[in-house]
């Protein structure tokens, strides 16, 4: 019987989701989705001490922002409830003492002091890696050096205690990845890590493959910095007797700083001036902020064709997918083994094609909104001329109207630099000549007409237009730069457009 293909993301909610954590999701996403299987999301907040107020919301936000759907999660539960380890704790000790009655595991009664000593004597014995392992356990207060009745003596008088795996000493541990092949580990380099704390809460080790076993999980796809840790959980899903229904494992590589040294980091978007979350992020308790990624104006989609682009690629030159798009191509063969550099450049040209590819009257919301918080009310067919107008010199929506506000506002004002060089007796001349005709046009306005008109009254005046262009453009818009001048002068109208004319004659003054 074919297995349903079941994939998790299990983020901690410590606090702000990096876009690492992101990515994770979206290509467990489109690979649950490719396979026709079902995707869930687990909180894994066995670490109480890291817990962070508004982190899993926090989570929860990012991905509805990215479109990102769980079939199953602590919001929508279902047959595997519950998603959050917190509300799980009750059955992992169990599982912990299954491993005792199995023999792969032990009672482990040392204090954090002893622990501390026993470091220190391997440090001072040239131990590069101290380590409670097959070797040094022997030496320490646990359930395989004491016996049974003191163990149970001290047990029942409630002391504290941690138990521990017991890592075989010679045994070779074979794990395939999905992306890297086959890793071989020998068991003598692992250590006998802490499966239950002292305060009942069971590690991420324990859980982790708990969970996913009672969760019916078939592939596991996380980030590289989980590969030291896979051979434990082999090893876990043996001494459990659950290798037949162990999951594919898949460890992605890692999102590098722009100049491919390191890991990317907080830092790295603070120092170089780009975010590395999803989302605004403010942890009220310690005040730290940061950055995200929808607030400094990136569209979703392109967000998500950015992220997926970052370890894989479709295998030919496209670069723009859908959602659908994505999931039709995806395929874990095609993730690289290596560290992807953050390029924040591509970011914003994804942005960029997917801005220019929506409709003009989806963007102009974001227009009238940023004139609204000026005080500007702008009308949606005025909007949508200013949105087609401008969207093709802009990144983010916040630009449009930065871009376009000089046609709206009153000019006021003009570059000096601009006019010291261009404006003259012929712009003069042909201006005032235009101003005139333009004031007693009659029909209809626009690009092709304006510049017709333009073009005729220069030719009366036996001035070749380029000599005076930029000096035109400076009188209609205040600045030797902008968008087509044309379809500028189409939006303004000739009664606007005459009345500036006649101020930037009246205010600019030729310099012989």
């Known amino acids: 019987m074919t297995r349903e293909v079941r994939l998790r993301f299990a983020p901690s909610p410590t606090g702000a989701l990096h876009i690492g954590g992101v990515r994770t999701a979206l290509y467990n996403y489109l690979f649950a989705k490719k396979m026709g299987g079902k995707f869930l999301l687990r909180i894994e907040d066995t670490d109480q001490n890291r817990f962070v107020p508004g982190a899993e919301e926090y989570i929860k936000e990012s991905l509805e922002w990215l479109n990102i759907s769980f079939d199953e999660s602590p919001w929508n539960p279902g047959d595997s409830a519950p998603y959050r380890q917190s509300e799980r704790k009750p059955m992992y000790m169990q599982y912990a003492l299954d491993l005792i009655d199995r023999g792969h595991a032990y009672y482990a009664f040392d204090t954090s002091e002893e622990l501390e000593a026993m470091r220190e004597r391997l440090t001072a014995a040239r131990v590069v890696q101290p380590q409670y392992n097959s070797i040094t356990r022997t030496q320490m207060k646990n359930s395989l050096t004491l016996s049974e009745e003191e163990v149970a003596a001290r047990l029942a008088s409630g002391e504290p205690y941690v138990i521990r795996v017991k890592i075989p000493r010679k045994e070779e541990v074979r794990l395939h990845d999905m992306i890297r092949g086959w890793v071989m580990v020998h068991s003598s380099t692992l250590d006998d890590k802490v499966l239950m704390k002292s305060d009942g809460m069971p590690t991420y080790h324990l859980a982790n493959i708990v969970d996913d076993h009672l969760m019916r999980i078939t592939h596991v796809i996380r ?141 102009a919301v974001f227009l009238i909104a940023d004139a609204a918080a000026d005080g500007i009310v702008v009308s949606t067919e005025k909007a949508e001329a200013l949105v087609e107008l401008v969207k093709g010199r802009v990144t983010f929506p916040a630009e449009l109207w930065a871009q376009s506000k000089f046609i709206v506002l009153p000019l006021s004002d003009f570059d000096q630099e601009i006019a010291s060089k261009r404006w003259n007796q012929d712009a003069v001349n042909v201006l005032t000549s235009y101003a005139d005709r333009i004031s007693q046009f009659d029909g209809p306005f626009d690009g092709i007409s304006a510049k017709t008109l333009l073009e005729a009254t220069a030719e009366s005046k036996e001035i070749k237009l380029g000599k005076v262009m930029q000096a035109v453009r400076l009188a209609t818009t205040g600045s030797g730069v902008g968008p087509d001048l044309m379809e500028v002068f189409a939006i303004l109208g000739t009664q606007e457009l005459a009345k500036r004319i006649r101020f930037a004659l009246a205010t600019l003054s030729v310099i012989d």
């Open 223 to 363: 980030g590289e910095e989980w590969l030291p840790s896979a051979p434990l959980h082999v090893l876990l899903y043996k001494f459990f007797g659950w290798e037949e229904t162990m999951p594919e494992f898949a460890h992605l590589p890692l999102l590098l700083k722009p100049d491919g040294n390191g890991k990317l980091s907080k830092r790295d978007g603070d120092k170089l001036g780009f975010p590395v979350f999803p989302l605004n992020w403010e942890n009220k308790e310690n005040g730290e902020t940061a950055a995200g990624f929808r607030e400094q104006g990136y569209l979703p989609d392109a967000f998500l064709n950015f992220l997926a682009f970052l370890g894989w690629n479709p295998g030919d030159d496209r670069e723009i997918f859908s959602m659908s798009e994505l999931i039709e191509a995806f395929s874990i063969e095609r993730i690289g083994k290596s560290g992807t550099k953050f390029d924040i450049a591509k970011a914003k040209w994804f942005n960029e094609q997917y801005l220019r590819a929506m409709p003009n009257s989806e963007l």
